[in-house]
């Protein structure tokens, strides 16, 4: 009891987003980003090249939440990236965020793609559903990543070739039609 009240202790939870202004962030490559009426919106169009949305600090463990809601494309909530200087301007992890079952999967961009394909099973209990508002929780120590969509674990992978650190960032994939909105975002360091 006493280990878990000191781990307790030593975590630090922040704000990312002030629902007002994009501060902190940093955007990268293509379509824009703004603020709407107390989210991050993120759009892009055929022909552009992926943006990313960046977080200005480099994050080892820790928890993320936030809200989604997405209405075209295929976006994606990324972890312990390093920023690259071409398309995809990153490499490392991204939780998928799509209007399609693969919600919630782990896939390592310019790595080794999927590292977590999502259980269909457990993503229908989760209710998930495309244009609407749903909640996202990541968690990673370590090698453990663990993703819940609306409460529900969609994935939980131990995976001793991941990375340790890395930037976050909020995702637009290139060359499609994206609209999609972030909300409530918060993370939880652990040190």
Same mark, same amino acid.
């Given at each position: 009891m006493l280990a878990i009240l000191a781990a307790l202790a030593i975590q630090q939870n922040d704000a990312l987003f002030d629902g007002k202004t994009l501060d902190g962030w940093t955007k990268v490559g293509g379509g824009e980003w703004t603020v709407e009426n107390g989210a991050i919106v993120g759009r892009s169009k055929p022909g552009q090249p992926q943006g990313l949305l960046v977080w200005k600090d480099p994050v080892k463990d820790f928890i993320a939440k936030c809200r989604f809601?997405?209405?075209a494309g295929d976006s994606g909530f990324y972890f312990r990236v390093d920023r690259i200087d071409k398309d995809p301007f990153c490499?490392? +992890?991204?939780?998928?965020?799509d209007t399609s079952a693969e919600t919630g999967g782990i896939?390592?961009?310019? *790595?080794?793609?999927?590292? =977590? +394909?999502?259980? =269909?099973?457990?993503?229908e209990r989760s209710?998930?559903? =495309?244009? =609407?508002w749903t909640s996202?929780?990541?968690?990673?120590?370590?090698?453990?990543?663990?993703?819940?969509?609306?409460?529900?674990?969609?994935?939980?992978?131990?995976?001793?070739? *991941?990375?340790r650190e890395g930037a976050l960032a909020l995702q637009l994939h290139g060359n499609m039609e994206m609209d999609v909105m972030f909300k409530d975002l918060r993370l939880t360091t652990i040190k």
């Open positions: 809601k997405i209405s490499e490392g +992890f991204q939780v998928e965020v896939y390592e961009t310019n *790595g080794r793609g999927w590292v =977590a +394909f999502p259980d =269909a099973k457990l993503h209710g998930y559903k =495309a244009d =609407a996202l929780e990541v968690h990673a120590y370590g090698t453990r990543y663990k993703v819940y969509v609306n409460g529900v674990k969609i994935t939980d992978v131990d995976d001793p070739q *991941g990375r």
